[in-house]
């Protein structure tokens, strides 16, 4: 499933979290979080990784909002990071 940032998915799917680089000096590590909207904690999902995807499946209760980051770091250490948001809803 793709979704742009602000989008919404149903609780049980599975977000597949995915970057890319270009430009700096490769190679790359990609680090994928995720958090509640209005938590002070990202969970780590994938830090450090070579490959650029990781994947999770979110469940909850009710309705959440959800922040995620894709952080992209080249070999100098030079990094950007991306972040968006997801409307998770409740199943029925």
């Given at each position: 499933?793709?979704?742009?940032?602000?989008?919404?998915?149903?609780?049980?799917?599975?977000?597949?979290?995915?970057?890319?680089?270009?430009?700096?000096?490769?190679?790359?590590t990609y680090s994928f979080?995720?958090?509640?909207?209005?938590?002070?904690?990202?969970?780590?999902?994938?830090?450090?990784?070579?490959?650029?995807?990781?994947?999770?499946?979110?469940?909850?209760?009710?309705?959440?909002?959800?922040?995620?980051?894709?952080?992209?770091?080249?070999?100098?250490?030079?990094?950007?990071?991306?972040?968006?948001?997801?409307?998770?809803?409740?199943?029925?």
């Amino acid at each position: 499933m793709t979704v742009d940032s602000g989008s919404s998915i149903t609780s049980g799917d599975t977000v597949t979290f995915s970057g890319s680089a270009t430009g700096g000096t490769s190679p790359y590590t990609y680090s994928f979080y995720y958090r509640a909207s209005g938590s002070d904690n990202w969970t780590a999902k994938a830090e450090d990784s070579s490959t650029a995807t990781a994947t999770q499946a979110i469940s909850v209760v009710s309705d959440t909002v959800y922040e995620f980051k894709i952080v992209v770091k080249d070999a100098n250490g030079v990094s950007l990071t991306k972040y968006f948001t997801l409307t998770v809803e409740a199943s029925e």
